[in-house]
């Protein structure tokens, strides 16, 4: 392959950018996982993570992708053929469902439509007619990447309470640790799912579990097997800082420089951040005459956007086409949405010139690939973006809370 100029447009959902910082941190040479430099690393970034998944209980490093971090969520506080509530939000959902029965759980799937979020009525009328409690744990995704549509976990956990359910509540906030306000403790989640290479800017291969005190005490009385994956021997080593078996040092040390930059942005600013990018760039997709997948505003997520192609043009296609002429990778429309979206990411490590720069790359690959659109939609997100900072959020809040269309028949 030829060389090109410029740096690639790495605009998919995740894997994000990694910003300088973090891979100059991660450049560094390794060093002894048992000596006491190492012990001071661990301690901070355990603390340190604690900051962002707002919790004061601990969180526990796996070297893993979030994929792992699912597992061990299950296998550590379940028994073979523990009823699990699911919810079906889109694919990944679908994934977590899939492992959840491949480890021989009962994993119920309330149906959905992949246009909107977990329905926390749904949820807590399932769980109100669950009279003998043999529903041992909700699983919902808090950000579904697939399809860019964000849950309200907090009613999903007053929908849990008001069932006077004891399920363990569980989220996964691969897509949105980081990058959309989440609260582990006031939302009472008792295990939350992370990966590294999303909001938390790190390259592939660390996933965490931050867990509750009730968490702690189900995985005292779960049966899964469970080795590699055990919080017992995580949370006796972690005490002091290391691990029971070889960490991966390196991205110890990204994801120390990446807490620290969290840190000195302030997670209010990085939320706030990411949420102008996104009505941003739904500006622009209004502005092309396309569809946003999310069907509901108040669940739009900031994270990703997902538009809908029309009739008769190929995602994919424009996909190709952006990549070849533009040098961008935009992310693809997954399973039974193969095809008929394509998804802009605008998390992690982004300004407002790179979106402008991704929303152009997007623009110019409509009218090359012969997609029918009106243009304007860059100049729409410019207007936005130029907007005081202060204003563009009130602009987004007031999206956001706008009344929700009613749901699609499923």
Not at 391 to 409: I, L
Request: glycine share 10%.
């Amino acid at each position: 392959m030829k060389a090109r100029a410029g740096r690639h447009f790495l605009q998919i959902p995740g894997p994000t950018n990694v910003p300088e910082r973090v891979l100059r941190a991660i450049d560094r040479a390794t060093i002894d996982h048992r000596g006491p430099e190492f012990g001071e690393l661990g301690r901070r970034v355990l603390d340190g993570l604690k900051e962002v998944f707002k919790t004061r209980n601990p969180v526990v490093i796996f070297p893993a992708s979030g994929t792992g971090a699912w597992e061990a969520a299950l296998v550590n506080t379940l028994s073979p053929g523990d009823q699990v509530l699911m919810y079906e939000t889109g694919h990944f959902a679908a994934l977590w469902q899939n492992l959840a029965r491949r480890l021989g759980l009962d994993a119920e799937f309330i149906p959905g439509d992949w246009r909107h979020g977990a329905d926390a009525a749904a949820i807590g009328a399932r769980l109100a007619e669950d009279r003998e409690h043999q529903i041992k744990a909700v699983c919902v995704v808090h950000n579904e990447t697939s399809t860019g549509v964000t849950s309200d976990i907090a009613r999903i956990r007053k929908a849990v309470d008001d069932a006077r359910h004891p399920a363990l509540l569980m989220v996964d906030t691969i897509s949105s640790l980081g990058s959309i306000d989440y609260r582990t403790d006031e939302w009472g989640v008792d295990v939350t799912v992370a990966g590294s290479q999303k909001g938390l800017m790190l390259p592939p291969g660390l996933s965490f579990n931050s867990i509750s005190d009730k968490a702690v005490a189900a995985s005292k009385r779960g049966r899964l097997p469970r080795a590699y994956w055990n919080w017992d021997d995580m949370l006796a080593s972690n005490r002091t800082g290391y691990f029971p078996y070889t960490p991966a040092t390196n991205l110890l040390y990204g994801l120390d420089e990446a807490l620290h930059m969290l840190r000195e942005q302030g997670l209010d600013e990085v939320f706030m951040r990411h949420a102008r990018h996104a009505e941003a760039t739904r500006r622009a997709v209004r502005a092309w005459g396309l569809d946003i997948l999310c069907a509901n505003p108040a669940e739009y997520s900031n994270a990703l956007t997902a538009v809908m192609m029309p009739d008769g043009h190929d995602a994919d296609h424009l996909r190709d086409v952006v990549l070849k002429r533009f040098d961008m990778s935009l992310g693809a429309g997954l399973t039974k949405l193969k095809g008929k979206i394509f998804r802009i990411g605008h998390l992690g490590d982004l300004n407002d010139l790179t979106l402008l720069g991704t929303l152009a790359g997007v623009e110019m690959g409509l009218a090359c690939s012969g997609v029918p659109h009106r243009i304007g939609g860059v100049r729409a997100a410019m207007d936005h973006l130029a907007r005081p900072m202060s204003e563009a959020g009130a602009v987004e809040q007031k999206q956001r809370h706008a009344p929700a269309p009613a749901a699609a028949p499923q």
